[in-house]
């Protein structure tokens, strides 16, 4: 399974982004993950196949999750930008539920190389 996201880049404090990301083949949960510098990995979003989503409370109302079945391809809109946004986003697909059994969709996912957003104040 590949693993391709697009769409990062520099923003000011407030602005937006659409973060998109290709998934080779169907699978069943797919995420969101960012990882700033010094800091450890944090989820973002994730969304399952029946529809259900997760945020991280950081990001809840300004961050909108959404995916294209048909093509297998994932989506992050996010406003309202802050500078603590600022990380590596990273994707990942996964066979196994990444809302409903969290540690085992880490372990077993599949991810992209990253896609920088770099938010200034």
């Known amino acids: 399974v590949q693993v391709v996201e697009s769409g990062g880049g520099s923003v000011q404090a407030g602005g937006s982004l659409r973060l998109t990301c290709a998934v080779s083949e169907y699978t069943y949960s797919m995420g969101w993950f960012r990882q700033a510098p010094g800091k450890e990995r944090e989820g973002v979003a994730s969304v399952e196949a029946d529809g259900s989503t997760i945020y991280a409370e950081s990001v809840k109302g300004r961050f909108t999750i959404s995916k294209d079945n048909a093509r297998n391809t994932l989506y992050l809109q996010m406003n309202s930008l802050k500078p603590e946004d600022t990380a590596m986003y990273y994707c990942?697909?996964?066979?196994?539920?990444?809302?409903?059994?969290?540690?085992?969709?880490?372990?077993?996912?599949?991810w992209g190389q990253g896609t920088q957003v770099t938010v200034s104040s």
């Open positions: 990942a697909a996964g066979r196994v539920g990444a809302i409903a059994t969290p540690e085992l969709f880490l372990k077993t996912a599949y």
